[in-house]
C-alpha cells in the first residue's frame, strides 16, 4: 500500500532536517512503538499493534538507508517479524522537505507491505490500520518538528490549505502560556486504548495540554472512559511527568481559540491523504496546537516513552500435553509400513531358504 | 491450528460473567457462539488468558414484547432470529438482514449479541442495528447501562463496552405500519462477507416518502447512516427515479477500505447502487 502524507511545520529547513535523522528520536512517533537498543544508525525495537481481540507485535530493524542534502530526501527504511507468528511488516518512509521561507513542507510518501496471517486473515482491515499508524506517526513528527522551533519570533504561520481531502479540516487551539512541550504533543503518544483515544478525541481532546486541563471527574464524565482507562491515561501521563488537573484549584476552560497570527508560531498542517486512508475525516484532520518551545526539553517523547516491552512467551507447543493420546495415531501408517516390509523380507528369505532346500 | 492455552468459565449468570471478567480484565474475552473469536484464537491472533462462556446463561436467549420496543436477547442465533414470529411482524429488516449471515452451521452457533460485540465493519447485522435505532443493554461491575447503537460502534472490531462488560441484549424500537425494508448485500460467494451491505427502511404515505433510514455495511471502520440519503429521500416520490436520484448522494464523505475484494471506488460505486435498490424494495416500487 502506498501512502501519502504531508505537512509543514514553523522550523526552518536544516532544523528540520537535524531532527529528522535522529533515529531515537524519530522512532518514538510511531504508536505503539519501544525502542530495544541503538547500534548507531540501526535501531532495534518493535511495535505493538490491537485491533480489537486482534494483537500482534512485531519485532525488527529500522534505519537510514538514503540521506542525500543535494534533494533534500530522507528515507527511513523499518522491517519486522512477528514475534509469535510468521508475518512480516516493512515499511519504506520517504520523506521530502522542501524549503519555504521559514518554514518547511514536508512530504511523507510511505509503502507498506504486510504479510501473513494478519494480511489474509484481516481482509484489509490490517493494513488500513497500519496505514492510520503511519498517519498519526506523520501527525508526531509534525508536532514533535513544530515543538522544535526557537522561541524567537517568526513570522506568522499561514496555515497551509488542504490539499484535496474534502473531509479535512483545520482546528486550531492555542495552548495556554504555561504549557510545556509535552502539552503540545498529541494524545496519541500515550498510545492509549483505541476506545479511550476516540472518546477523548470525541471530546475534542486533542492533545496532552487538553487532556492535563481535565480534571479526573471532567473524564468520568465522558462516555466510555471507565476507571480501567482512567488508571491507564493517569500512569501514562505519570510517565511523562505530567498529571491532570486538580478538581478545584484549576478551573477548567477550554484552550482558547487565538487568531493564527498571535504567537507566530503554530504549525500549518495540511494532510493529504493517500487513497487508502479509510478513517473518517476527523482522524485526517488531526492538528496539533503549538507554541515555543524550549529546545533542551523537545527530547521529552524519547526519554519518557514508557517501555512496555515484555519478554516473549514461549512458542514452543507440548504437542502430547495438549493433543494427548490422538497425537500418537499419526505413527500408525509409519508403524503399518515398517510391518509390511517386514512380512516382504520375512517372505523373500523364507522363499530362498527352500529354494536352497 | 491450536489455540495457545487460555482458562475457560462457564458462568451461570450474568452477574458471575461480569465478576469473572472483571477480575481477569483486559486478558479475559467473551465467548457466546464463538463464530468470530474462534477462528482469531485458532489463527492465534487473539490470544485471551481466560474465555468467559456464555453459553450456560439462557436468560440471555429469547426475544420479548414490551410494548413499543423487543427486547432481543444477546444470545440469541441468528437462525432464531430469522425464525421468531416476532421479529418478523415488528422489526423483520433484523430478520431478512440475518438470513444473509455466513452459512446455515454459522447462523444456527453465531448470536446477534456476538455479531454486534464483535463490531467487524463487514458483519451484516451492525449497520441493521445502527438503522434500525436500536440501544444495547450492557452490563458490567458498575450495574447496567444502556449504549445507543449510533455510539456504539467506536472503530475497526472496537465497540464502546468496557473490558468488564457484557452486551446482555439489543432494544429495537417495533416499526409501525407503514413503514418496508430491504437490506441488500453484495459479495461474491454464498457465504462470503459483504462486500458492500445496505440497510433501508422505508415509511410511506401518500405515494411519498415519509421517512427514510439507510445504514452501510463496510463503507467504512463502522457501520454508518447515509445521512444526506435520507434528507434526499425524505419528502421524495415513491418512484423508482426519485429513489434512485436520492441513492446517489450514499457514498459522499465515507472512506471504504480497499482489499482484495475491492477498491475504494468500486465500493462507492457498489453503495450507490446497492442503495437504490434497497429503497425500491423497501419502498415497495
Known amino acids: 500500500m502506498e501512502l501519502e502524507h504531508s505537512f509543514s511545520v514553523p522550523v526552518p529547513e536544516e532544523r528540520a532536517w537535524e531532527v529528522l535523522l535522529d533515529v531515537e528520536r524519530v522512532a518514538p512517533c510511531m504508536p505503539g512503538a519501544t525502542i530495544d537498543s541503538v547500534d548507531g544508525d540501526e535501531i532495534k525495537g518493535r511495535i505493538k499493534v490491537k485491533v480489537g481481540p486482534i494483537q500482534m507485535t512485531y519485532a525488527g530493524t529500522a534505519k537510514f538507508t538514503e540521506r542525500d542534502p543535494a534533494a533534500h530526501v530522507i528515507t527511513l527504511e523499518a522491517a519486522g517479524k512477528e514475534t509469535r507468528g510468521a508475518g512480516t511488516a516493512s515499511a519504506t518512509v520517504r520523506s521530502k522537505l522542501e524549503s519555504a521561507g521559514d518554514q518547511t513542507h514536508v512530504i511523507v510518501n510511505t509503502s507498506l507491505n504486510v504479510t501473513g496471517k494478519p494480511a489474509q486473515f484481516g481482509r484489509g482491515v490490517l493494513v488500513e490500520v497500519g496505514g492510520r499508524l503511519i498517519g498519526i506517526f506523520a501527525d508526531n513528527l509534525a508536532a514533535m518538528l513544530a515543538a522544535e522551533q526557537s522561541p524567537a519570533p517568526q513570522a506568522p504561520a499561514r496555515p497551509e490549505p488542504a490539499v484535496d481531502t474534502a473531509a479535512e479540516t483545520t482546528a486550531v487551539a492555542a495552548a495556554p502560556a504555561d504549557s510545556t512541550p509535552d502539552e503540545a504533543l498529541p494524545i496519541d503518544v500515550l498510545n492509549l486504548s483505541s476506545r479511550a483515544w476516540s472518546s477523548l478525541r470525541q471530546d475534542g481532546i486533542q492533545t496532552l495540554g487538553d487532556l492535563t486541563r481535565r480534571t479526573e471527574q471532567q473524564l468520568r464524565a465522558i462516555e466510555n472512559i471507565g476507571p480501567a482507562s482512567l488508571a491507564d491515561i493517569k500512569s501514562k501521563l505519570a510517565d511523562r511527568g505530567l498529571a491532570l488537573a486538580e478538581s478545584a484549584d484549576r478551573p477548567v476552560t477550554p484552550a482558547p481559540a487565538v487568531p493564527a497570527d498571535v504567537n507566530g508560531s503554530r504549525p500549518a498542517m495540511g494532510r493529504h491523504a493517500g487513497p487508502s486512508e479509510t478513517d473518517a475525516g476527523e482522524e485526517l484532520a488531526q492538528v496539533t496546537p503549538l507554541r515555543p518551545a524550549r529546545h533542551e526539553s523537545v527530547d521529552a517523547p524519547a526519554r519518557h516513552e514508557p517501555s512496555t516491552w515484555q519478554p516473549p512467551d514461549n512458542e514452543a507447543i507440548d504437542l502430547l500435553g495438549v493433543a494427548g493420546l490422538p497425537v500418537l495415531k499419526r505413527a500408525v501408517p509409519a508403524a503399518a509400513a515398517l510391518i509390511a516390509i517386514l512380512f516382504v523380507l520375512l517372505g523373500i528369505r523364507r522363499r530362498r531358504a527352500r529354494h536352497r532346500a | ?285
Open chain 2, 1 to 285: 491450528m491450536i489455540p495457545a492455552k487460555f482458562d475457560y468459565v462457564r458462568p451461570a449468570t450474568v452477574e458471575d460473567a461480569v465478576s469473572a471478567l472483571a477480575e481477569r480484565g483486559e486478558d479475559a474475552k467473551v465467548i457466546a457462539g464463538g463464530q468470530s473469536l474462534l477462528p482469531l484464537l485458532r489463527l492465534r491472533l487473539a490470544y485471551p488468558e481466560l474465555l468467559v462462556d456464555l453459553g450456560g446463561i439462557d436468560e440471555l436467549i429469547g426475544v420479548a414484547d414490551e410494548g413499543d420496543h423487543l427486547l432481543i436477547g444477546a444470545r440469541t442465533t441468528h437462525y432464531q432470529v430469522v425464525h421468531d414470529p416476532l421479529i418478523m411482524q415488528h422489526c423483520g429488516l433484523l430478520a431478512q438482514a440475518a438470513g444473509t449471515v455466513a452459512d446455515p452451521a454459522v447462523r444456527h452457533r453465531g448470536t446477534l449479541g456476538g455479531s454486534v460485540a464483535h463490531a467487524d465493519p463487514a458483519g451484516d447485522l451492525p449497520a441493521v442495528i445502527v438503522a434500525l435505532d436500536a440501544t444495547m443493554l450492557a452490563r458490567g461491575p458498575g450495574g447496567g447501562r444502556e449504549i445507543a447503537a449510533r455510539h456504539f460502534f467506536l472503530d475497526y472490531l472496537t465497540t464502546a463496552l468496557g473490558p468488564g462488560e457484557i452486551l446482555t441484549g439489543i432494544r429495537v424500537p417495533k416499526l409501525g405500519p407503514g413503514w418496508g425494508y430491504r437490506y441488500e448485500k453484495f459479495h461474491r460467494t454464498a457465504q462470503a462477507w459483504a462486500i458492500v451491505g445496505v440497510a433501508a427502511l422505508v415509511r410511506r404515505s401518500n405515494g411519498q416518502v415519509a421517512e427514510a433510514r439507510v445504514g452501510l455495511t463496510n463503507m467504512g471502520s463502522v457501520p454508518i447512516r447515509a445521512a444526506s440519503v435520507e434528507a434526499a429521500a425524505a419528502g421524495a416520490q415513491a418512484s423508482p427515479e426519485a429513489l434512485r436520484a436520492a441513492a446517489a448522494s450514499a457514498a459522499d464523505g465515507t472512506q471504504p477500505p480497499a482489499d482484495l475484494h475491492g477498491a475504494p471506488d468500486y465500493r462507492r460505486h457498489l453503495a450507490r447502487v446497492l442503495t437504490g435498490r434497497a429503497l425500491e424494495a423497501a419502498a415497495g416500487v
